[in-house]
């Protein structure tokens, strides 16, 4: 079996170069843009009016914010840009209901972001960093490392555009979930500043419970998740349910091991009274036994909790695999038999590489 903890692909590990990072319109919470437009010279209604044109009526520039004095839009124009990155491709699956947008950041790094549409929500599917230090052995984002974490503006272009795309589409954006690239629980302050942003009822107004989080198993940063003021869904990737197969799928397991992680939760569910979803995608002969699937009842029994079943998006490079129909719905059926409520989620748009990071790793060795 490859290790993909040992052998990182050569491909997409690219170091970040060592640009200091712009601070855009997009970064800053309605009272820091008041606080700008008073510097200016104007009054702060200026900042609520900038808000509502570039959230609510998702304008792309400032010069479409017709009722800003031209001084004002020249100003803020030269010194705070809306965002600092730009999309470089588009690709739509062939029912048109997932899209799929590739960025470059200013410092000419990939990132990608994923809309789907259902017939009762629009989900985006927000990327945190660029890479991932966790190195799930199975994850194309991991393969190469962390390159860089994600500015909050950053995260909140794509949250934008995704906005603007359903808009188009006569939709409305209606759920966000942090399940793109990265490891949000690393990437905790810009995460969390993010969702305070699109969270704004004066903005975007994305509600808390539209929200959901989902993380490896960072504990302390569980713990700290369950003191934030918002309504926060959490979603937890267990992938194995004991510490010897945990740590060979999901390395930080090491770090926090899985007793600690299920404490934690329980933490959460007990601070904030909400619902955990566990996510586990299934892989071929590695953890979709019937015997593993009895010990994830075991694990999970009596939890406030929830399992979705993510049947593998295989990376080309990685050795791993999805298992056959019938294997997905006899793990399926041992939870429910045992009591714990479980969906499978099939991921979508695996034809245009909507697979976390695997887009980027296409393009990079496209253009290597
Ligand atoms: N870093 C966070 C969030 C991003 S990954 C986390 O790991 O939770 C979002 C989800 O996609 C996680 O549950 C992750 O384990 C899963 N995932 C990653 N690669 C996958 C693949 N090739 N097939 C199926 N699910 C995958
Ligand atoms: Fe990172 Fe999540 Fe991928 Fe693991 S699954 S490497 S934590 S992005």
């Known amino acids: 079996m490859i290790d993909a903890l040992t052998s990182p692909h050569p491909i997409i590990n690219r170091p ?13 919470t309605l009272d820091e843009l008041e606080a700008r437009v008073r510097e200016a010279g104007q009054p702060a209604y200026r900042a609520r009016q900038v808000y509502d044109w570039a959230y609510t009526k ?10 800003l004095p031209a001084t004002l839009r020249a100003e803020l124009g030269e010194t705070l840009p809306l965002a600092a990155m730009t999309p470089v491709r588009e690709l739509v699956t062939d029912d048109g209901q997932t899209f799929k947008t590739l960025y470059r950041t200013f410092d000419g790094q990939l990132v990608e972001t994923v809309l789907m549409l259902y017939p009762e929500r629009a989900t985006v599917c927000v990327s945190c960093q660029v890479g991932c230090a966790v190195g799930c052995a199975f994850c194309a984002t991991g393969l190469g490392g962390l390159t860089r974490n994600l500015t909050a503006g950053e995260m909140v272009v794509q949250a934008v555009d995704a906005a603007r795309r ?6 409305r954006l209606t759920n966000l979930v942090m399940m793109g690239m990265g490891e949000p629980l690393q990437n905790y302050a810009a995460t969390m500043r993010f969702i305070g942003i699109i969270h704004d009822p004066r903005g975007l107004n994305l509600g808390a419970r539209r929200i959901t989080v989902s993380t490896s198993g960072i504990v302390p940063k569980i713990d700290a998740l369950a003191t934030e003021p918002y309504q926060l869904n959490l979603a937890v990737s267990l992938h194995a349910p004991n510490d010897e197969l945990r740590s060979r799928l999901v390395p930080i ?116």
């Open 16 to 28: 970040a170069p060592r640009a200091a990072k712009p601070v855009t319109l997009y970064d800053l």
């Open 58 to 67: 998702l304008a792309r520039d400032y010069e479409a914010m017709t009722n």
């Open 166 to 171: 359903s808009h188009e589409l006569g939709r």
């Open 253 to 368: 397991n090491r770090r926090w091991p899985v007793a600690e992680l299920l404490a934690a939760c329980d933490r959460y569910i007990a601070a904030t009274g909400r619902r955990i979803s566990f996510e586990y995608a299934l892989m071929k002969g590695i953890n979709d036994g019937e015997g593993t699937a009895r010990e994830l009842a075991t694990l999970l029994r009596g939890r406030l909790c929830h399992v979705n079943l993510i049947p593998l998006n295989p990376v080309d490079v990685l050795p791993y695999e999805r298992p056959d129909p019938t294997g997905i719905e006899r793990f399926a059926a041992t939870l429910q038999t045992a009591g714990i409520p479980t969906t499978v989620r099939y991921s979508r748009g695996v034809e245009i590489a909507a697979a976390c990071g695997q887009l980027r790793a296409q393009h990079e060795q496209a253009s290597a």
